[in-house]
């Protein structure tokens, strides 16, 4: 069985940014996905340019599930933004806790997403769809993987309904923190992340900060290829295409791409996978 698909994007800063990230999306749109998620700045950071990508995605008639974190805000600020994606017919949200913005101190009204969870469940009931982050090689901040997959257990009992993990490399992780979550009490479908390998230097940087493990095989080959993008590109779709078609065999609900905003590498990655 085929499993499902839904591609992430992040919202453009340029009027070029908004024409490209259409033309992708449109591209995107021929693998039937079931929805489309667009990502929110630290603190709230690009609210109204989520905000703007969001409605321009429902107006085409397209499920969309736009991401929510709550780190910095106030209950006023996210009850204002529930109702108006509810006014826009949305039903899917990617409750996140989110970070920081640089410089600041105060954490809002929220400090853990399970209570952002309870929140949007107390407030809207069972409009939206709840989408909550998962880490199979564990939260870079939390202390232990027993404390991490708590803290995942939480988010659900507080009232999710599904997971999609941070991205990763490595299936077996994958499917142990599958496993734990399970013999822990949570039944509801968690659905790998998957990043596309384009760029060595990007994605060393991506996985530094969030925490994903970048395998040092995978790493030392890239590094090998220098400046040859078409290398890069090669190796990194075998490398992904590979894991893909491990996490379908396995019985992954579905494969939850982050694009960057690219339509081709995530494209070619599905296809590979079915």
Not at 152 to 165: E, H, L, M, N, Y
Not at 194 to 199: E, G, V
């Amino acid at each position: 069985m085929t499993p499902n698909v839904s591609f992430e994007f992040f919202p453009p800063n340029t009027p070029e940014g908004a024409v490209k990230l259409r033309a992708t999306r449109a591209a995107l749109a021929e693998a039937a996905p079931e929805f489309f998620s667009v990502t929110y700045g630290a603190g709230g950071a690009t609210r109204d340019k989520t905000l703007a990508v969001v409605e321009e995605i429902a107006a085409e008639g397209r499920a969309v599930a736009p991401h929510l974190s709550c780190i910095g805000a106030t209950r006023e600020s996210l009850r204002e933004l529930l109702e108006l994606y509810r006014g826009h017919g949305i039903r899917r949200l990617v409750a996140l806790r989110g970070d920081l913005p640089s410089g600041m101190v105060d954490h809002g009204d929220f400090r853990y997403a399970s209570e952002l969870v309870e929140f949007v469940r107390a407030e809207t009931g069972d409009w939206f769809r709840i989408e909550v982050a998962a880490y199979p090689e564990m939260h870079p901040q939390a202390r232990t993987p027993a404390e991490d997959l708590q803290a995942f257990v939480a988010k659900v009992r507080a009232g999710a309904d599904s997971a999609i993990t941070q991205y990763f490399f490595n299936a077996d992780a994958f499917f142990r923190f599958r496993d734990d979550a399970l013999a822990a009490g949570v039944d509801v479908p968690i659905v790998p992340g998957i990043m596309p390998i384009t760029n060595f230097t990007q994605l060393a940087r991506f996985s530094e900060s969030c925490g994903a493990e970048l395998p040092r095989w995978v790493r030392v080959r890239l590094a090998s290829f220098g400046d040859d993008r078409e290398a890069i590109r090669a190796f990194g779709f075998e490398v992904v295409a590979d894991l893909c078609r491990r996490l379908v065999a396995g019985g992954v609900p579905a494969l939850h791409f982050y694009t960057l905003n690219q339509a081709q590498p995530s494209l070619d990655l599905w296809q590979a996978a079915r």
